[in-house]
Structure formats: C-alpha cells, structure tokens
C-alpha cells in the first residue's frame, strides 16, 4: 500500500477510514490489467496492522467506472490461452473485495456499467448518488458478465440479475435500491460525505467482531466462479463478439 498506484488515489478522511478513489476520469475509470492487478494487491493488504478498519471505494469524475476497457477486449483477440487468465485475475480481483479483512462501501457516482456494477455488487455495502446508473452492458458486446451472472443472484435474486443481464439496459439509483443492489441514496453532492460518515460508524466498532462477522456473511462467495470462466471464455471466441467490439472502436475512431 505504500508504493505509488496508477489507477487508484488513496487517502483518510476519517480516523480508521481509507478513501480509495479509482483515478482514470479520462477513461470513466475503465478496468484494465493495471487496474485489476492493483485491485487485487490493495485489498489484500487492507487491515493488517495498517490502521484502516473500513475502505470507501468511489471514482473520480463523473463515473463509478465504465467497466472493462474495450481496448483491452480488442488485445486479448478472442484467443482462450489470453481470456483464460484475464477472466481469473477479473475474478480474483473484484473477490479480493469481498475477502478483504475490512467493509468496503462503494460511493457509487455517476456509471457503473459492466465491471462497475459488479464492482459494486462485491463490495459489502453500497451508497449510490442520484445521478448513478447501473448496468450490465456485456450482452450488447456479445458477452456476459461473468462474475455478476454468479454474484448477482444472490444480492439481487434472478430475476433482477436477468433482467440486467440480458438487455443490457440500464437502471437508476432508485430502482437499483428496490433491487437490493444499493442500501441509500443520497444527492450527489453529499454521497461521499455520506459514505465516509457510514465507514467511520463501522470503524468505531470492535474491529473484530467486524471483520468475523464480514468473513461469516461472505464465507461461501468463491463458488461458481470456475464454471463461469470457462462459459464466459468461449464467449470471447465468438464473431459476434469480434464484430461488436471492432464496431465500437470504429465508432470511437480508434
């Protein structure tokens, strides 16, 4: 936690709370290697003789993140040797969450799309500003979001995650609470006072009793993982995935 990261700004703005703010505005916070490999290093440091007894995870701009980078969809080139190993540091990384030793909420503001929704739903609580937008845009690429088809029932239930899943389309804040995917809320200009303010109450608490009680809620979260990046793999294989994405650069310019 101590070297420089690239794709994530870390500070404390409350007595045992760390503000972790992913910091690529420019790309609405898309997820490339850098930014899963650094995920994945963060979590796994959190709470160990460091002070911190809550994280509030946020972006910087106007979006939560985009999700994955298409450029970096374009590079694996559908090929299962790349995707194979690209789907588990995924997966590890947005898992590192819900095993990391302290609660991390999400300050959702602005997109959550694709990998920013699944983001959302592996963290362990979730505040959206007004403004947030939730979706799950893999099926318009010709994918499916791997880890939210496994996560997202036992958050949402079924029918809320096929609902996402399926149509791509997006949710606002509101619905996204009835849905259970989000516990509050706010305006946007108060939602990171807001999120600080709930980790800072979690971090008044006997530290462990809340790390306990966090690992016995998310004990049995690594099952299904391994048949969904099997599935989600062979997608990557496919022309119509091919072709969305070279649709999507060519739109772009790129």
């Known amino acids: 936690m101590s070297r420089e990261m690239l794709r994530f700004t870390l500070t404390e703005p409350a007595a045992g709370v760390l503000l972790i703010t992913m910091a690529r505005p420019e790309k609405l916070n898309a997820m490339d290697q850098t930014w899963f490999h650094e995920l994945r290093e963060l979590m796994e440091g959190l709470g160990h003789g460091d002070g911190v007894r809550a994280a509030v995870l946020t972006g910087a701009g106007r979006a939560f993140s ?25 997966y590890d990384a947005f898992h590192s969450v819900e095993r990391c030793a302290v609660p991390v909420v999400a300050a959702v503001n602005g997109l959550a799309f694709g ?18 937008r939730f979706a799950f845009k893999e099926p318009t690429v010709g994918l499916t979001p791997g880890y939210g088809v496994v996560r997202g029932p036992q958050v949402m239930g079924r029918h809320w995650t096929r609902y996402l899943a399926l149509t791509g389309r997006a949710i606002d804040a509101d619905r996204a609470r009835s849905a259970g995917l989000v516990q509050e809320v706010h305006p946007d200009e108060s ?5 600080v303010a709930l980790a800072a109450e979690i971090a008044g608490n006997p530290p462990l009793a809340v790390q306990v009680g966090k690992a016995f809620i998310n004990r049995d979260t690594g099952a299904g993982f391994n048949e969904s990046v099997e599935a989600t793999a062979l997608l990557f294989g496919t022309g119509e995935h091919h072709d969305a994405v070279a649709a999507f650069r060519a739109e772009r310019g790129r």
């Open 115 to 132: 990998g920013g929704t699944e983001l959302a739903l592996a963290c362990d609580i979730v505040l959206a500003g007004s403004s947030a």
């Open 66 to 90: 985009a999700g994955g980078d298409i450029d970096m969809f374009h590079d694996l080139d559908g090929q299962v040797s790349k995707v194979r190993p690209h789907l588990r540091l995924v």
């Open 191 to 195: 939602l990171l006072d807001q999120a």
